[in-house]
């Protein structure tokens, strides 16, 4: 029996259980496949090994924040092209912008609804 080939790999960079259940769940009911990373220096390196086709960074991570990780990711010539679309409790313009200056191609600020969150990641992957 022929499995279906997902539409994409997306990283998701998260260290709430909940987000991670729902994001993860809606992603993969949508035909994504999703790996995993709870922390932004295991993100990296599964950005740097799997390639995804997008990143779904929250910005509140232990040790290292998601705009960091999102600077380092944009300064390496492996992971530079994949798009980083941030997930953030802070919406207020400036945190947008800093998301902006980091390299996200996108901010969604928290809470967010999780159709939200596939209406996004398509509208960046197909590059509208």
Wanted: overall charge negative; some cysteine; aromatic content about 2%.
């Amino acid at each position: 029996m022929d499995e279906l080939k997902p539409r994409g790999t997306i990283l998701l960079v998260e260290d709430d259980e909940d987000n991670l259940h729902v994001y993860r769940t809606i992603l993969e009911h949508v035909g994504f496949a999703v790996r995993i990373a709870r922390t932004a220096e295991d993100g990296l390196g599964l950005a740097r090994t799997v390639g995804p086709d997008l990143i779904l960074m929250d910005i509140s991570l232990p040790r290292m924040d998601g705009w960091q990780a999102t600077r380092i990711l944009k300064a390496d010539p492996v992971t530079r092209g994949i798009p980083v679309i941030a997930l953030s409790a802070h919406a207020l313009a400036d945190d947008i912008a800093t998301s902006r200056d980091a390299g996200c191609e996108s901010h969604l600020a928290k809470p967010v609804e999780p159709r939200r969150v596939v209406e996004e990641v398509e509208r960046v992957i197909n590059g509208s």
